[in-house]
């Protein structure tokens, strides 16, 4: 019997409590003193931009329509586009003509090949280093041979299989 008396008083207290914090959010709203600073806030702006009724200002759409005609840079670019890339050499044009042949002398680093050209039907014997119209000897292999030219900064390659 005694403990269903605290029960009651701590229900009770409880209770008092939550009709005490109700009452008091009824009666004093915390959200009224933002409100009036809000409304307040907006009436001095309005005043401030000359429209004291608060109704819509008259905008003179002419007068606005040909500010922004007038403008000589309405229409340019915010940001430059990339510039173009430059482009790659023409390798296989330099090597129309070109025939690489199985024929071949040395071997590692000194190995030579014969290579016929449109001017040398014959064929010389070129090494890595020499030149073939316009384009370096970087690598000899037993399938092939690769050509280069830096242009750009940039080293471009094209392989020529050897043939007959």
Known sequence: MFTERIIMGVGAAVLLFLGAAVGWFAFNDPTEETRSDLAW??????????????????????????????RDNLWDELISPPPQRPSPPDLAGALRGVTVTRESMGSGNDMRVRIRTSSDSRGSWMGVGD?????????????????????HGRMYTRSVSRGN
């Open 41 to 70: 806030d907006l009436q001095q702006a309005q005043q401030r931009q000359g429209n004291p009724g608060g109704g819509s200002a008259s905008i003179d759409f002419a007068a606005l329509e040909e500010d922004v005609v007038e």
């Open 131 to 151: 030149e073939v119209n316009g384009l370096t000897i970087i690598e000899i292999t037993s399938d092939s041979v690769v050509f280069g030219r830096e242009a």
